[in-house]
């Protein structure tokens, strides 16, 4: 259907590579092209999770685990893009999910999610295209931005994160560079607004000339 051939690039966002298609044709496609990665099934599974070892799924639900006082996840997934995230928690994980929605700005996400990953997501809504009113009687006990941080902005955080109920669970990923101005913005506003329950430092992925990234998974609770 598609080989991915050669990698290039050493630092995230900057990264290409070059796709193969069934005809002979090649691509060469940045890593941050959503809209194109997701037009060939599964091209995003195969390049961060197969070729490029991401662990931000298993670095995020070590963390989930370790909480004991909620027996059923009520699961918001902000920048679901094609569905990794849900369907790691919903086949490596042990913990009971009774609701999972994703959100994502991109037409082609939902499309590839539903393509690639049916079955995991009870709803699935693009920015813009849903009811807030709606969305806050879920009772959300969890919000997961998993490798969304680059994406998005101050503002997109708190609009979200008032879609949770009270002591809901936040959790997402963050570069290491503790000097990272996005990093240090967002966990300013974390540390004066939300309490924080646990941090990890883990090895995020390949970067496409075989040296890897730190990020760091934080547990916040609102
Ligand atoms: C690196 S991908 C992560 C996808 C998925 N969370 C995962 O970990 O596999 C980033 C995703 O963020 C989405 N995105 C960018 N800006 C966004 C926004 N303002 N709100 C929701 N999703 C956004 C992109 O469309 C893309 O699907």
């Known amino acids: 259907m598609?080989?991915?051939?050669?990698?290039?690039?050493?630092?995230?966002?900057?990264?290409?590579?070059?796709?193969?298609?069934?005809d002979g044709q090649t691509k060469i496609i940045n890593i941050w092209d959503y809209t194109t990665l997701y037009q060939y099934p599964k091209l995003y599974e195969k390049l961060i999770v197969e070729q490029l070892e991401c662990n931000v799924y298993s670095a995020l639900e070590t963390l989930l685990s370790q909480v004991k006082n909620i027996d059923r996840w009520r699961i918001l997934d902000v920048a679901c893009g094609s569905g990794?995230?849900?369907k790691y928690l919903k086949?490596?994980?042990?913990i009971e999910i009774e609701l999972l929605v994703g959100i994502d700005i991109l037409p082609a996400a939902l499309t590839a999610l539903?393509?690639?990953n049916?079955?995991?997501?009870?709803?699935?809504?693009?920015v813009g295209q849903y009811n807030s009113d709606r969305l806050k009687?879920?009772?959300?006990?969890?919000?997961?931005?998993?490798?969304a941080a680059n994406h998005l902005d101050m503002q997109d955080y708190q609009d979200y994160?008032?879609?949770?109920?009270n002591h809901a669970y936040i959790?997402?990923?963050?570069?290491?560079?503790i000097q990272d101005e996005r990093r240090v913005k967002i966990l300013r506003w974390m540390n004066e607004n939300f309490e924080l329950c646990c941090n990890m430092v883990y090895t995020h992925r390949k970067l496409m000339n075989d040296s890897t990234v730190e990020h760091e998974v934080f547990l916040y609770r609102k």
Request: net charge negative; with cysteine.
């Open 2 to 22: 598609y080989n991915i051939k050669k990698l290039y690039g050493f630092q995230q966002g900057q990264e290409f590579f070059q796709l193969e298609l069934e």
């Open 84 to 86: 990794l995230m849900g």
């Open 91 to 94: 086949q490596q994980s042990s």
């Open 114 to 116: 539903k393509r690639d």
């Open 118 to 126: 049916p079955h995991i997501y009870d709803q699935t809504y693009l």
């Open 137 to 147: 009687k879920c009772e959300f006990n969890c919000i997961i931005f998993s490798a």
């Open 161 to 165: 994160l008032n879609l949770l109920s």
């Open 171 to 177: 959790l997402f990923n963050l570069t290491n560079h």
